[in-house]
């Protein structure tokens, strides 16, 4: 944990930096933060590519933090918890309950003291004493002095601290966090944020000791405690359908707990965000609504000309569609906020005001609505500047607060101030998805679809699975769909592909094939398999064994999934999410799953998976694939899987993209030999071609690795043009690893790139994708700016 003995010491810098370091050492990392705060985790996910998570001894209870804590950090190699307020500072009144020391003694995490030292020297040794013997159930184990000046000082300091210093933390305004009137700008609000997190990490990670962090984090005794699941909170689903539930999202709706999501989804709900400053229309399907928290206000005009989808929100609301707004939510179904005009949906009118209302409540429900029964009582928070006229509240309102009435419920509506974490309230969630399993569809208002011609690769697939992006880059289109490295191919792999063919007139050897890639990865040739690229591999795998539960890790590549489900199996899918930037958690792998499939770096997410998480997916009775067909296009592959030796563990590679050659077959498959075995006896012999040997060999080489190398470099100056062009528009996309970027450009614009002469692959064949997103091969500047423009 990553506390400080009073508020503005520099916490959230501090943690949120070492969070960035880590995953930039190859840590995987759970960020969470102690209080109801919103704002920090999203700091925490962008330093970690996974979901930051609170914990909260008055909104989920005490019983629920290790739970939450464990499922939080499933799949990470460490926890890291930024503090609220000063070490033992809670709720007021009830002796530090729901403090910083509270989760740490609940938790048994070891504390590291954030100090801000830029007005003080040997005073740093008795407070960090005091707060280290203060509470002898929390322990104190280091400090990081902060806001560090001279070296003289840092020295006088370091002499009278008696707990070790784990690191000095030099001044560097550049790297200050803007403030909002709730606390720090969201960092979905403020432009560059990933970039301003990536540049904090190796600003801390140069001046902290986290190999001493990392070791002091591993003292932390096990839990005994079941990690918490939102299925077992809100029991089975009744039926098998699942209704739409719409979340507002985008930089006006960005507060809510990543827990709600899960718990709808357990549930039986599909969760589709929505933006309302993009979107003009809810969500196709949608029977429920959710409106969180957020910042409305600093939108207000952008959120008042977006008519029609006011005109949705509203007619929804009063045609009976289960809605739950909390904070912005409220405000933004009001009548107005600071004069502009909202959805109208609740008789109120809703203006800023200089007064903070702060407070950590336990409300009442004065009757039976949409979420609550009558006498329950739950814990929340509110933190708002705003006010609403003529009052807080209707004829009904959704809570009893201090006495005092708040807020507007009916039996399928519940808006108020007041924030509520579902983890700690699960049966909130159970009530609200049996209401949307019942609702009604809500209308969408038509939009007419811009003009373009008929194109058949925007149209349904017959079989998604087996759509390439080869079928989209044709009729003269600028291709941006083929992962294919673009450039012309060395001279030595031209000269090996011609001489191959004075080698046609006799049956092909793959022996010198095998002896290359064998060289080249230092395995033992039987350990080795030279295939007619990856795609053999996969049809291989998939005929092997009469697989019980094969799993595929989705979105990726999808030949692996066809090819189990063309030998007759029934596949498992585990998917990746959007919300955490599709990293992958090695414990959603159900434990009875004896083949599992999963790609490093992905197609099309570009995610590169830690290995040691791959790694943990090996086990007895297990035969594990890792498919890095595009590893060779990251510069130095930090986390391939081809050199090491685990029993199950196989790795198929693919020759084709780095090196331009498509038409020529060739690929390969790494591991452990006993399965390498059974894949060889079931290879149909001479399956791999003259030309595809001598390209494995030309490849393979020495020679090739510096050119191998230079294009991995190439390929990611590339990308971070492309990337930047894509921040520059205001478009979403997913960091990548890989020659390709996944990006959210909106439904539709795929075909519309395609009418200006840009060809896109679109992503909707991936399971887990939906029509907005779209994979773009990465390319050279100039080319890459003709895209840029069409997208303008």
Not at 260 to 269: N, Q
Not at 387 to 406: F, I, N, S, Y
Request: proline share 8%; hydrophobic share 40%; with cysteine.
């Amino acid at each position: 944990m990553i506390a400080a003995p009073m508020t503005g010491q520099g916490k959230t810098t501090v943690a949120t930096g070492l969070m960035a370091a880590l995953r930039g050492a190859g840590h995987a990392v759970s960020g969470h933060k102690v209080g109801p705060d919103y704002i920090d985790p999203g700091y925490h996910a962008l330093a970690t590519g996974r979901p930051g998570r609170n914990l909260d001894p008055h909104l989920v209870g005490e019983d629920r933090i290790a739970p939450l804590l464990l499922h939080g950090a499933r799949g990470a190699d460490v926890a890291a918890v930024e503090g609220v307020m000063g070490l033992h500072d809670g709720r007021i009144g009830a002796d530090g309950f729901a403090s910083s020391a509270h989760v740490a003694a609940l938790t048994r995490t070891p504390v590291v003291l954030v100090v801000d030292v830029s007005r003080m020297s040997r005073s740093v040794g008795a407070l960090v004493a005091g707060m280290a013997a203060y509470d002898p159930a929390v322990e104190v184990v280091g400090v990081i002095l902060n806001q560090a000046g001279s070296e003289r000082n840092v020295a006088e300091i370091t002499r009278s601290t008696r707990l070790p210093v784990l690191g000095v933390v030099r001044r560097d305004e550049r790297l200050a966090t803007p403030s909002r009137h709730l606390g720090l700008v969201p960092a979905a609000e403020r432009a560059e944020s990933a970039r301003a997190v990536e540049r904090l990490g190796e600003h801390i990670g140069r001046q902290v000791d986290l190999a001493a962090l990392l070791d002091l984090a591993r003292s932390a005794p096990a839990l005994d405690a079941r990690p918490w699941d939102p299925a077992r909170e809100v029991g089975p689903s009744p039926t098998a359908e699942r209704p739409v539930v719409a979340v507002a999202g985008g930089r006006a709706f960005t507060f809510r707990y990543t827990e709600t999501e899960e718990l709808l989804t357990a549930a039986g709900c599909e969760v589709v965000g929505f933006d309302p400053l993009e979107d003009t229309g809810l969500p196709s399907g949608t029977r429920g609504l959710y409106l969180g928290g957020g910042f409305p206000e600093v939108y207000a005009g952008r959120l008042a000309a977006n008519r029609r989808l006011l005109a949705d929100l509203r007619d929804a609301v009063r045609g009976g569609v289960p809605t739950v707004a909390e904070c912005a939510g409220l405000l933004y179904l009001s009548e107005s906020l600071d004069g502009e005009a909202m959805a109208g949906a609740l008789p109120a009118r809703a203006r800023m005001t200089k007064r903070l209302t702060l407070r950590y409540p336990e409300a009442v429900s004065p009757r039976d609505t949409l979420l609550t029964r009558a006498g329950e009582r739950v814990t929340g928070h509110e933190f708002h500047r705003t006010r609403l006229a003529p009052g807080a509240c209707g004829d009904r309102p959704a809570w009893e607060v201090d006495g005092a009435p708040e807020g507007f419920a009916s039996l399928t509506m519940h808006a108020s101030y007041l924030h509520v974490h579902w983890a700690g309230q699960p049966r909130l969630a159970a009530r609200f998805a049996d209401a949307v399993r019942a609702a009604p569809v809500a209308a969408s208002s038509p939009t007419p679809a811009p003009p373009r011609r008929p194109d058949p690769t925007t149209d349904e697939v017959s079989d998604p699975l087996r759509h390439h992006g080869d079928v989209e880059a044709r009729d003269g289109l600028l291709d941006f769909a083929v992962n294919v490295y673009a450039g012309a191919r060395p001279a030595w792999l031209d000269r090996a592909l011609r001489e191959s063919l004075e080698r046609s007139a006799v049956y092909p050897d793959p022996e010198p094939a095998r002896a290359a890639i064998a060289r080249r990865h230092d395995r033992r040739p039987d350990e080795v398999l030279p295939t007619a690229g990856a795609a053999e591999a996969f049809t291989l795998i998939a005929r092997l064994r009469p697989w019980r539960r094969p799993v595929v890790v989705h979105p990726q590549f999808t030949e692996p999934h066809a090819a189990l489900e063309q030998a007759g199996h029934t596949v498992t899918s585990v998917l990746c999410a959007a919300e955490d930037g599709f990293a992958f958690d090695p414990g959603s792998v159900p434990d009875d799953a004896d083949l599992v499939v999963v790609g490093n770096p992905t197609n099309p997410t570009g995610v590169l998976h830690p290995a040691a998480a791959l790694r943990r997916l090996c086990r007895p009775g297990r035969v594990v694939v890792v498919d890095e067909a595009f590893m060779d296009a990251v510069p130095g592959e930090p986390e391939t899987l081809t050199g090491q030796r685990v029993a199950g563990l196989v790795v198929v590679r693919s020759l084709t993209k780095h090196w331009s050659i498509p038409g020529i077959r060739a690929g390969y498959v790494v591991g452990d030999g006993a399965v390498l075995g059974e894949l060889g006896r079931a290879q149909t012999p001479w399956s791999v071609s003259a030309p595809a040997i001598a390209a494995t060999v030309a490849c393979v080489s020495d020679e090739a690795h510096a050119e191998g190398l230079r294009r991995a470099k190439e390929l990611e100056d590339w990308r971070g043009f492309l990337e930047a062009g894509l921040r520059e528009a205001g478009l979403g996309f997913v960091p990548s690893r890989a020659p390709f970027v996944l990006v959210r450009v909106g439904e539709g614009v795929h075909a519309l790139l395609r009418d200006r002469g840009v060809a896109v692959r679109r992503a909707d064949t991936f399971p887990g994708l939906d029509p907005s997103w779209v994979r773009v091969a990465v390319r050279p500047p100039d080319t890459t700016r003709r895209l840029l423009t069409a997208l303008a």
